[in-house]
């Protein structure tokens, strides 16, 4: 049986839920459903600006329906959601998206019959106006931090790898220099050599100054990204706090990382 909401309590390692005024994500005390069935349960978070902030748990923890939820695409029933210091109640995601967010879908979703030049100034639409040389500019900008795409810009992207496109949807929300970028299981379906390049790519945005909400499955790797993390099971928060503190804590590990206690040996 699954325990009522009230029943749920939220373990602190080292948390900082400090309301700031220049906080990118907020969501209050959500309650979001899909039909008649709940997925998130009182559900609160925060981003920082220049944060980098993993949401993680298994399947069905409800974890995508977070970032869903920051973008606009499920309304909780109760709750709210400030994105970029504005409500978004009521607001489609393409509005949402116009604030100044980049999202980078679970499951990649290039335009595969595009080439990578054309994927890359789809990402810059809603900067068309600018001069070509500055969008020119911009391209070899984002091929040098995703440096698999040098070489590729006239190659359709429905033919590059899944590691490869996962870098192309990575640039292509990049191009549009949002202020929030927004990433749904960046490891999902990649061999190791492809998780530690996407990896690296996340840090080198990190290190631009990106402010960035991540879902991911894959708990050691966005553990070692992160400045802070939330643990979902069955749409509750459960753990939450600074992400070195949780990737440092056994129990945290073992309960809800999915971590194998070590065998003893004689």
Known sequence: MTPAAEDWTITDIE?????????????????????????????????????????????????????????????????????????????????????????????????????????????????????????????????????????????????????????????RAWMRKPELLCIDEPSMGLSPLYVDRVYDAIAALKAKGATILMVEQSANRALEIADRAYVLRAGHIVVRGRAAALAGDPAIRRAYLGERPTPKTD
């Open 15 to 171: 948390a900082d839920e400090t309301p700031r005024a220049d906080d990118v994500v907020v969501i209050e005390a959500a309650d979001t459903f899909y039909g008649p069935v709940q997925a998130l349960f009182k559900v609160s978070l925060r981003v920082g600006k220049g944060e980098t902030v993993a949401v993680l748990g298994g399947n069905a923890s409800g974890k995508s329906t977070v970032i869903k939820t920051a973008l606009g695409m499920v309304q909780p029933k109760r709750g709210a959601v400030r994105v970029l210091g504005r409500p978004i109640g009521g607001l489609r995601p393409y509005q949402v998206i116009g604030l100044g967010v980049g999202s980078i879908p679970e499951g990649r979703r290039v335009f595969a019959e595009m080439s990578v030049r054309e994927n890359l100034l789809m990402g810059a639409f809603v900067r068309r106006k600018e001069a070509a040389a500055t969008l020119a500019a911009e391209i070899d900008a984002a091929t040098r931090l995703f440096p698999v795409l040098q070489g590729r810009m006239g190659q359709l992207a429905g033919t590059l790898s899944g590691g490869e496109q996962q870098m192309l949807a990575m640039a």
